[in-house]
């Protein structure tokens, strides 16, 4: 899925811009624009891009004002790399109860700045996780908030003017 301009226009109460779905492997999600807009604003559960399957790559898409998460990774072996997510609802990037996955050279400012709630950047439970060369500011909560680590790399990667920590290991 590549080379795409997604503007929320939701008709139901829940949906995602791009969805991978279980039973498929090894998709690419490359030089996407999402916009939220002010229809998302109004919606729950409207996650810019989720991926429900394994091994894939989401890769320098765009993502700005989705009442949600922007990137939202729920199976393992997914690589985040050189994303620009900005004034999301909810998390930037936000990992769900997974073995592996790395998150490089992502842009995330401004989750949950209209939101009331606290977001975090990049938020990540998973077993092992890569954390290099990302850059998270003006969050309404942690910079990166990692649960249920075991292994971890977490290498040049700033965090500044955030609400909470820059970086919880819980």
Do not use: C, M
């Not at 091994?55 to 898409?61: F, L, M």
């Amino acid at each position: 899925v590549s080379d795409n301009g997604v503007t929320a226009s939701f008709s139901g109460r829940t949906g995602f811009g791009i969805e991978v779905r279980s039973g498929s492997k090894r998709n690419l999600v490359e030089e996407n624009r999402l916009n939220g807009g002010s229809t998302a604003r109004t919606r729950k559960g409207l996650n810019a891009i989720v991926i429900d399957a394994p091994d894939n790559r989401v890769r320098d898409n765009i993502i700005r004002n989705w009442y949600s998460d922007g990137v939202q990774v729920n199976e393992n072996n997914t690589t985040v790399v050189g994303n620009t997510l900005r004034s999301n609802y909810d998390r930037g990037i936000a990992v769900f109860d997974v073995s592996k996955v790395n998150i490089t050279d992502n842009i995330v400012t401004g989750s949950g700045e209209f939101a009331e709630t606290t977001a975090d950047g990049i938020y990540v439970d998973a077993s092992e996780v890569t954390l290099r060369r990302n850059e998270v500011s003006r969050n309404e909560g942690d910079g990166y908030h990692l649960i249920g680590v075991t292994s971890a790399t977490i290498r040049n990667n700033s965090a500044n003017s955030n609400d909470d920590h820059a970086i919880r290991l819980e």
